[in-house]
């Protein structure tokens, strides 16, 4: 058998090589010695060492088989004994062989806290006689172990001995403990949603040895070790959870009987019958844990090792350790993202002209919402159906419409729904769902970690996948790997979240939040739902559901974003608070929610910690605090990569303490390897972005492959920017005949127009709505204080269009403002650019000849804020009226308009000429207006180049930006010298 994974070979090595040492020395004497009560006297020890050689995990096999776990020297576990206990079998301890094996790592992760893990992984296997083994792995970051059985057909497992045991008392531990318990009786019956807190050992463990205690636990060591304990791979089988033993030393394992009884309940909590409810609900257990496959491995027992605790952060262990997808399973269209929340803001809207609620009005204007901010989701929450059934939806909701609605605009729908009204109809659902165009589900009130629990969201995650749904599962335990083998399955909740403040009076929230790094993070993604824009001190805190606000100051709400993994990240507010809060919605929206590497950078259970997360050529950097104000430093040296970078930080106000909205947004430079200085405020929070100021200009103009070269000069920054498609070698795959992969538009920048840099991603194809990849002649324009991409896309039927994207910053990211071109959708039309008249903007665009033959230049008005037509095209000329064109391509493109210092309006345009070579004509306004006419066509460049356009550089020159030669992989952009009046100055 192998572990999850990966294909490891158990075969006999020399162990060393491995970390790995099988001892009956004199240091085993004395360890089989000390433990002669659990191991006997004649006992075998043998040893599995992480690749760093620092931590250890020991097995000691005699009459029972025992581990102790070490971290460089230091004792972290006492002598613990595990067993299986499996109906109607006593498991012999008499070895059978052991083996080791390593593996190299080198996981992509699609939806992640890092693009890549990487490191090795050491393992040990003990054969016992009878068919059952003990697997252990070792890592940097931590060790872990499990059972593995070859029994065959079904078997029965009525417990597992699986306590935690300490050399001596004094640890602190932060744990999580019972907080909303459904069922008196059924401590299992349970939301897991404790509130984090850090206790002594052994007072601990004698005061609560009747509450349950939740893994992940965390314990703190007084060498400054931290050690969190979790598990991972936990399939078709209960969760592991713990109970004070009641010796101030030790914590005893228990777990959910199988369901004896399970029941549907209806909304009010009464019994419904049938065959759904809105609850499912457990009515006695039996006397066994687990009825599952003879042969199987079982949940790897986690051990996570960080030498500081923020370091916990980093750890891979449990996704390492996880199932892997199926052979052949294609995630690739799982797309993680930010999601507008209805719940949590009690639908509160204002300034609109309908009665706000769970209606189509209400959700049309979420939906508006999520499409200009670029957020990816927005959920429907409880009470869009009639709670029992999901295929009943409320009257008052269009569901079939909203979801059509919503994915016009590029935003995908995802629906709340309790696990119980799932159940036993799965399948009906997921594809009724799936043909209507929904993206997947927000599955709530699991409320157990029994083995018919666990089972069942594997299944519910498995037929998500089958109909490309995503999942987020809320109401549940923490994560256990299951997002690696099921990467839709996007996030976890098994956290008192920020939904917990709608309900309580107490203030603990800043504390708590400043403790889960270490405990439940450490397991995988959390579902917390952040963001609230109403914030309070701690002694003006009143809970208010039905409009409700956060604990602690605006920043410590804004820096959550970037501390905790979530690659399903709700926005809890109202669209209302975040419209009258744009500097905050702005940014919140752009934090990344998966991440390419992920750096501890400093902290203290339950006072702060400091997070680096990177996302392509981006770091962001997060801090919170408790109720503490305290000095923080951030090292740049532990992310930043060298050279200069570009700083927005969101950091508290000076007066954060008595008003927590207070919050400065600052912007600047610093070199990499600098110190930052921040004070967190009560409750307090700090944030910030970086991006890297090239530098260095690597790229000759003449290595940059480009058509349709637009452009725009950043005379504050003293840059020029290029804007371009990204082009490849002609056959590569996905590329057509001009190299166009569909990758988006790209942009390049310069001080000198001779020399460059890499290019960086601005605006991202939506591909997703449009089924075809490409992208063509990006221009950039500025109006009413916004930046505008003028770029044309292909429909799926080989029509095209130009459309509009929209970003406040020149730089990008620019987001689809319509799910649609502006140019007639039945048009073959192309290479749109912005011209405004007397105050009204047009866009001027190419009707192409492919299908009216001769090809035309016309114009249709534009909505104020550019993302639609006004009116119907006004045609301005054909290329047959220009001399010497081709008369049997007739092409038109590449308009660009120039008015010059005297009142004339000029336009570029581009054709072919009868030898077949591109080129570029001007004409002039005879009226001085778009209406024109436009006649008398002159040929300004017939050296095969064309499509241009024209700015003026650094120096005041005037110049024609314009690509030649035209086929190939040869363009390239010439930025040539021309008069006002576009006349050649010196070619």
Known sequence: MKPAGGAEDFSPRAGAEYGIIRAMNTKTAIVAAAASLIAGLHAEVFTLASPDGK????????????????????????????????????????????????????????????SRITGRTNFLRLDFKG???????????????????????????NNELAPL??????????????????????????????????????????????????????????????????????????????????????????????????????????ECG????????????????????????????????????????ENDLVYVLAAEPEEGADFSWVRPGKVAWDWWNNWNLKGVDFRTGINTETYEYYIDFASRNGLEYVIFDLGWNDGMDMMTTIPEMDVPHL????????????????????????????????????????????????????????????????????????????????????????????????????????????????????????????????????????????????????????????????????????????????LENMECTRFMSKVPVVWDDTKALFGTPGKNIGIARKSKDEWYASAIGNWDVQKIEIDTSLFLEGGEWETEIFADGVNADRYPEDYRRTTGKIRAGEKIEATLMPGGGWIARFRKIPDEFPL???????????????????????????????????????GMTGDGVRVYESKDLENWSEPRQVLDVPYELLGTSAVWAPEVHFHDGKWYIFTTLNYPNNTRGTWTFVSDDLRGPY???????????????????LYVEDGKPYMVFCHEWQQIVDGDVSYVGLSPDLSKAVGEPVKLFNQSEAPGVRSDVRVTDGPYLHRSKSGDLWMLWSSGLEDGSYCTFKVKSESGKLAGPWKNHELLFSADGGHAMVFEDLDGVLRLSLHSPNPPPNERPLFLPVDDELNPIGW
Request: net charge negative; aromatic share 12%.
């Open 55 to 114: 931590n250890v995990i020991e097995f000691t096999v005699g009459e029972k088989v025992s581990y102790q776990i070490f971290h460089d020297g230091k004792t972290l576990t006492d002598l613990t004994p595990i067993a299986l206990e499996i109906e109607g079998m006593e498991l012999s301890t008499e070895l059978a062989g052991s083996a080791t094996s390593f593996r190299d790592e080198n996981i992509e992760t699609p939806v992640y806290k890092k």
């Open 131 to 157: 068919g059952w083994a003990v697997e252990a792995a070792a890592r940097d970051e931590g060790v872990a172990y499990r059972f593995a059985t070859a029994f065959g057909g079904e078997i029965t497992v």
């Open 165 to 270: 045991c300490f050399p001596k008392a004094g640890q602190r531990v932060l744990a999580c403990t019972d907080w909303a318990c459904f069922d008196p009786n059924d401590r299992f019956q349970n939301s897991w949603e404790g509130i984090c807190k850090e206790y002594d050992v052994a007072d601990a463990f004698k005061s609560a040895k009747d509450g349950l205690w939740y893994c992940p636990l965390t314990f703190l060591y007084e060498c400054g070790l931290a050690m969190c304990v979790t598990e991972s791979d936990l399939r078709d089988y209960p969760g592991w959870n713990m109970l004070a033993g009641g010796d101030g030393k030790s914590l005893k394992a228990v777990f959910a009987g199988c369901p004896a009884d399970l029941r549907f309940l209806d909304m009010s909590g009464r």
């Open 274 to 313: 049938g065959d759904h409810g809105f609850l499912q609900r457990c009515y006695g257990r039996a006397g066994y844990i687990a009825k599952t496959a003879g042969t199987r491995t079982f949940p790897w027992r986690c051990f996570i090792i960080a030498q500081e605790p923020s370091k916990l952060a």
């Open 403 to 578: 979801i059509s609605y919503a994915r016009e605009r590029g935003v995908g729908i995802v629906l709340w729904a309790t696990c119980a009204q799932f159940m036993g109809h799965e399948e009906e659902i997921m594809e009724y769902y799936s043909k209507l165009g929904a993206a997947g589900f927000k599955t709530d009130y699991m409320d157990s970690n029994d083995q018919h629990m666990v089972a069942y969201l594997e299944k519910l995650s498995a037929l998500a996948a089958k109909y490309r749904m995503i999942m987020d599962y809320h109401g549940m335990f923490k994560p256990t790997g299951l997002q690696r083998r099921y990467p839709n399955v996007l996030n976890f909740e098994g956290v008192h979240g920020l939904e917990q403040l709608k309900f309580t009076d107490e203030t603990y929230m800043p504390d708590h939040d400043a403790n889960l790094v270490y405990s439940r993070l450490a397991a995988g993604p959390m579902d917390y739902t952040m963001g609230a824009m109403k914030n309070f001190r701690r002694d003006a805190w009143r809970r208010n559901h039905d409009s409700p606000g956060s604990l602690g100051t605006r920043c410590h709400q804004i820096a959550l974003m970037g501390v905790i993994e979530a690659p399903f990240q709700m926005l809890c507010d109202s669209p209302s608070l975040y």
């Open 700 to 738: 000759s103009i003449k290595d940059i492959q480009c058509r349709d070269p637009y452009v725009v000069v950043d005379r504050a920054a003293g840059r020029y920017l290029l804007f371009t498609t990204y082009y490849v070698p002609q056959g590569t795959p996905g590329a057509d005949y001009f």
């Open 815 to 833: 987001r689809m403002m319509e799910p649609h071109s502006v140019t007639p959708v039945d048009w073959c039309s192309l290479d749109g650019t």
